[in-house]
């Protein structure tokens, strides 16, 4: 049987062209969504029009039930999770003195919480096989940390973290994990910027460009065929962080 793979957050941006490149490599997708369902439907029949059957799965991954029920449908329908791919996430650029509790633990709920739950959730089903592959989309600002998101650079720093030290504890029962930490990516995320903003952006990365999200859904793709890389955060950001 094909490879089963859940994503979260794969109605918009970079979630939904990781869905779409591994859907059309002969990957079992279950494509999540929450509040995007119009988007996560042309999906669907995006790829339907070509042959592809996805499912999709509507789930706020913030919350351990809905989480719960994500993989529940999943199992149910698969009998086992081969790769969990966390991509969900949110960003909101605010000076620390304005952050409000609410926005922290929406923050830490949406971004981090959703890849420890979700991880926690599927692991078993990947010990049960001893195969497994775990790929968090984390960011170059948990590398570096970014001003005016602080929240959200604490999140992709924890994301890291959560990746490094579940690579060592899942390697002998043969699960890759890896984070792929992205710089900026032409997606809704950045609509916040303006066009001179963006540009401005654009000066500081060696490569003068704002990356794609396909960008990302290659690396996820060779991160699938790849067979010995664990406990790495590839970034992929033009050159824009180099450490
Ligand atoms: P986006 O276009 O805003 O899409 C975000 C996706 O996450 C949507 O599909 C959204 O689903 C989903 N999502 C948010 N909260 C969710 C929840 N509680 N439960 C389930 N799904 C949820 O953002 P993007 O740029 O593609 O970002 C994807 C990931 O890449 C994020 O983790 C982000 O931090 C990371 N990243 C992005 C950039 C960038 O420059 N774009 C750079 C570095 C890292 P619904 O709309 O259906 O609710």
């Known amino acids: ?100 509790d609410e926005d922290w633990h929406k923050m830490i709920n949406t971004n981090l919480y959703s890849a420890f739950i979700m991880s926690q959730l599927a692991i078993p089903y990947m010990i049960h096989e001893k195969q497994g592959q775990i790929i968090n989309i984390s960011s170059i600002w948990g590398m570096v940390g970014s001003s005016c998101e602080v929240l959200y650079s604490i999140t992709k720093a924890g994301m890291n973290g959560l990746t490094k030290a579940l690579a060592k504890e899942l390697g002998p029962s043969g699960i890759r994990v890896n984070a792929i930490a992205p710089g900026m990516i032409n997606t809704e995320m950045n609509n916040e910027f303006s066009p001179e903003e963006i540009e401005a952006i654009k000066q500081e990365i060696p490569l003068e460009k704002i990356g794609e999200p396909n960008e990302i859904a290659k690396c996820v793709k060779w991160l699938l065929e790849d067979s010995y890389t664990t406990g790495q955060i590839i970034s992929i950001n033009g050159g824009w962080v180099i450490t």
């Open 1 to 100: 049987m094909e490879e089963v793979i859940i994503i979260t957050g794969a109605s918009r941006g970079i979630g939904r062209e990781i869905a779409k490149t591994l859907a059309k490599n002969g990957k079992k997708v279950i494509a999540n969504y929450n509040h995007s369902l119009n988007q996560a439907v042309e999906l669907q029949e995006e790829l339907k029009k070509e042959g592809i059957e996805i499912d999709l799965f509507r789930a706020d991954v913030s919350k351990k039930q809905e989480a719960e029920k994500l993989v529940e449908f999943t199992i149910k329908k698969y009998k086992k999770i081969d790769v969990l791919i966390n991509n969900a996430g949110i960003s909101d650029g605010k000076m620390i003195t304005d952050i409000t």
